[in-house]
């Protein structure tokens, strides 16, 4: 079946790069790009009206977390905690005798997985990178769903907990249990990769930089190698891991990473801040930037999560000048990679004192072709023949938008996912007029809230001095009594 979209401005690639076509056309047939151009004379079966839309590839999520409907410390947003050792403000872990309440129950994580995958989608996400849940219910909710994902179960050497006087980053060591944990991994990837016709697709998850073991890092990347999964983890996300990392090792936790043989062109790095030269690690150098663009080693950026803690990454511009790749994460709510490229945007301006940082073109190709590049992917991230019919329909038709010189700049600087109107994922539809198709939104809605509620009504159990989430972050304003 021969589809054709009319345009609208479509974002087509000549091979190398982006490229603007107005009035243009996509056809797809089956679950391929056939023809992008100007105009097409083939048989068409069917025919979708974008004029005056824009049409673009589909983007792609590299970092976020499927609880984060729930558990996305959403109540500690404006809480002022600083990046440093034992303060008390921060639920990062429970203490070890309350941490079997942490956990999320099935049923609410099926909400909040649920929740999360169709927001993306409703962003107009069509690949994403769950980072470390790696359920069952997770390949199951991407089957129903019709999105593209990578997903495996997190593992770690280690297990950190709050201790009784608040004080955190207390960790308990079992090597073998992060060597297990590698193993349940890979035969998670071994049993789904592949699964709904190449819609899943494994990833290999360590979770943290400084929760692993050079052991458990070397025989990650052996097992990589082996099965040929790309890698995720967490490195450079806060001062207090890279302080312990140079303690130590000493060495950065990208030069550690490096000693470990991690570092290369399937390992997905997220967050990715504190590295040598940024000025809160008082570790001058680009060494650690230079590192990453010889080893073609990838970042996930997630701007928004990084900003709500007075966090940022110094800078979008240097990393690209050195040559690394930036791809986009979200990781935190509201899941919404179009106001992540404009946070990106706009972060990289401010941090570099320069309007021409960070621009619009930079942060979607970021959202696009840098995720495709960070999983490898040829065929996705950029609308061309042969690659994934994987398509977004953007109305622009609104006050935000109105008037639009540069359709990028408008969707950067003015777009949300409430402007997402379609969805193809492998040819097939999977958001209609702004709808996921596979559910009922209003009452996953419910679901979710429910699920949210009863989680955090469970909150004083598992923290370390039994507070509420409105303990630990107080309303806005004061009820009225």
């Known amino acids: 079946m021969t589809t054709l979209i009319q345009g609208g401005w479509v974002v087509g690639n000549d091979g190398k790069e982006h490229r603007l076509i107005d009035n243009g056309v996509v056809v797809f047939d089956e679950n391929k790009v056939i023809y992008v151009g100007k105009s097409y004379s083939g048989q068409v079966d069917n025919y979708i009206d974008a004029r005056g839309k824009i049409i673009s590839p589909g983007f792609i999520d590299t970092h976020f977390h499927a609880q984060t409907p ?6 500690t947003i404006d809480v002022d905690y600083k990046l440093t050792f034992g303060n008390p403000n921060i639920p990062y872990a ?18 909040a997985a649920e929740y999360s995958l ?6 107009g996400c069509t690949t994403v990178l769950e980072m470390g849940a790696g359920r069952d219910i997770l390949v199951e909710l991407v089957g129903k769903l019709g999105l593209r994902a990578y997903l495996g179960p997190g593992f770690r050497s280690a297990e950190d907990y709050t201790g009784e006087d608040g004080t955190f980053y207390n960790k308990e060591w079992d090597e073998e249990r992060g060597l297990k944990g590698l193993e349940h991994a890979v035969e998670f990837i071994k049993k789904y990769d592949g699964a709904y016709n190449g819609r ?9 930089v400084d929760f692993c073991t050079p052991t458990l890092l070397k025989e990650v990347r052996l097992a990589a190698n082996k099965i040929g999964a790309p890698i995720s983890i967490h490195a450079g996300q806060r001062i207090y891991e890279f302080q312990e990392i140079i303690r130590r090792y000493k060495k950065t936790p990208i030069g550690y990473l490096e000693s470990t043989d991690l570092l290369g062109p399937d390992l997905i790095i997220a967050h990715c801040m504190m ?16 590192a990453l663009a010889r080893t073609k080693t990838s970042v996930a950026h997630c701007p928004l999560v990084a900003a709500r803690t007075s966090c940022f990454l110094k800078s979008f511009n240097r990393y690209l000048r050195a040559g690394v790749n930036i791809s986009i994460g979200t990781d935190t709510w509201p899941l ?11 972060i990289g301006k401010i941090v570099d004192g320069s309007s021409g940082s960070a621009t619009s073109a930079q942060v979607f190709n970021s959202a696009t072709i840098g995720g495709a590049m960070a999983l490898r992917r040829q065929d996705l991230g950029r609308l061309v023949k042969g690659s994934k019919a994987d398509i977004v329909i953007i109305r622009t038709d609104n006050f935000r938008f109105t008037p639009i010189a540069d359709p990028i700049k408008s969707l950067v ?5 409430d402007d997402v109107e379609t969805v193809i994922v492998d040819g097939n539809k999977v958001i209609e007029d702004g709808k996921v198709l596979a559910v009922d939104e209003v009452s996953l809605r419910k679901t979710v809230l429910k699920a949210a509620e009863e989680e955090w009504a469970k909150v004083p159990l598992w923290d370390w001095s039994n507070r509420s989430i409105y303990d630990i972050g107080p309303l806005s304003f004061k009820p009225f009594e």
Not at 275 to 282: I, L, N, Q, R
């Open 70 to 75: 729930i558990m996305n410390s959403a109540f």
């Open 94 to 111: 429970p203490t070890k005798e309350k941490a079997k309440f942490m956990a999320l129950s099935d049923e609410n994580f099926r909400s």
């Open 118 to 123: 169709c927001s993306l989608l409703k962003s």
């Open 200 to 208: 899943v697709n494994g990833i290999l998850n360590p979770m943290q």
């Open 275 to 290: 590295v040598s030269g940024h000025d809160w690690t008082a570790y001058a150098g680009d060494d650690d930037i230079e």
């Open 336 to 346: 919404d990679i179009i106001s992540e490229m404009r946070y990106a945007s706009i």
């Open 413 to 417: 600087n003015a777009g949300t996912l």
